[in-house]
């Protein structure tokens, strides 16, 4: 069984400031995405990450995917309010069924204004 | 908007009732899963169609029937349901079943509340 863990669960910060939030696997994963959820909404893609030790920056976003191909973070510079949401990181593995996406819980992240 | 539309956005049933769920999505994708969101739980794949054929159903419990007449439709049909089952039903839809980067759009969800 593969387990896919995302920490923090929750994120209270000030506006302004910088935060890194993680998502680390029991397996190695053929590809990972991050997904953004806002309140009401369904989740929206941020980024897919493919190959080890890849970086991608968005904006204010810079995500990693670990050498290991079993972890990945997102560090966000700078939050705004507009940052607010549910960040869920979802992966696929290799083998049968390799088409399914394994999500996280997520990590609920609130910017203070 | 991410082209993929759900109706309705809330709804309340009693155990006994029979309601559907309905997703379309405007992409032209030709793969449309049905995902159930609970409180502290992640994100659960319940069906998935691929040109309107079922290729997957995660041991799903029967009172939960999915419907796809064409690949721009799907719908979940719901009777007999228990308060558990009380959650967000996220539809979503994408190119194509495989590939490693295949991306997911999904509607805004139908928040269900089962009395």
């Known amino acids: 069984t593969q387990l896919l863990e995302q920490s923090p669960q929750f994120l209270s910060i000030q506006e302004g400031e910088n935060l890194t939030v993680y998502c680390n696997s029991s397996?190695?994963?053929?590809?990972l995405q991050w997904y953004r959820q806002e309140p009401g909404e369904g989740p929206v893609l941020l980024v897919t990450?493919?190959?080890?030790?890849e970086v991608k920056k968005l904006k204010r976003l810079t995500f990693q995917f670990g050498d290991a191909r079993k972890d990945s973070s997102l560090h966000i510079t700078a939050a705004q309010p507009g940052d607010t949401g549910l960040y869920l990181c979802a992966v696929r593995y290799s083998g049968a069924g390799s088409y399914q996406l394994t999500f996280g819980k997520g990590t609920k992240l609130s910017v203070i204004p | 908007e991410t082209g993929v539309t759900q109706t309705p956005r809330h709804l309340v049933m009693g155990m006994t009732n029979k309601k559907s769920l309905k997703c379309e999505q405007h992409l032209g994708h030709n793969a449309m899963y049905w995902y159930k969101q609970s409180a502290k739980k992640p994100l659960e794949l319940m069906f998935v169609?691929?040109?309107?054929?079922?290729?997957e159903n995660n041991s799903v419990p029967s009172r939960f029937s999915p419907e796809c007449p064409n690949s721009s439709h799907l719908f979940l049909h719901l009777h007999t349901l228990q308060p558990e089952d009380s959650a967000l039903y996220l539809c979503?839809?994408?190119?194509?079943?495989?590939?490693?980067?295949?991306?997911?759009?999904f509607g805004s969800g139908t928040q269900l509340s089962v009395l």
């Open positions: 979503a839809s994408s190119q194509h079943i495989q590939g490693f980067n295949e991306k997911l759009f």
């Open positions: 169609y691929s040109l309107e054929e079922r290729v």
């Open positions: 990450v493919v190959t080890g030790g």
């Open positions: 397996s190695v994963f053929s590809s």
